[in-house]
């Protein structure tokens, strides 16, 4: 089971990598565990400047931007 964490403030594009990260790992058969993480101090710990963030399994892969759906898919099979 990959852990995702998707960092920001709850907006619009925040929602949005939530869902599209969802979608994918559902069309591929992936086990997630998504956590949504507002926290700003909680954020600038992982030294993400730009939300949404994208951390798995402890390692920022996104920051910035709503992610493409060949990244995502990149991310949930590595």
Known sequence: MKRIKVLGSGCKNCLTTAK???DKAKALGVEIEIEKVT??????GFGV???PGV???GRVVHAGGIPG???????LRG
């Not at 926290?39 to 600038?44: E, L, S």
């Not at 759906?69 to 991310?75: G, L, V, Y």
């Open 20 to 22: 599209l990260i969802d």
């Open 55 to 57: 951390v798995i399994d």
């Open 69 to 75: 759906s060949a990244a995502i898919e990149q991310w």
């Open 49 to 51: 400047m730009s939300t």
């Open 39 to 44: 926290d700003m101090a909680a954020i600038m």
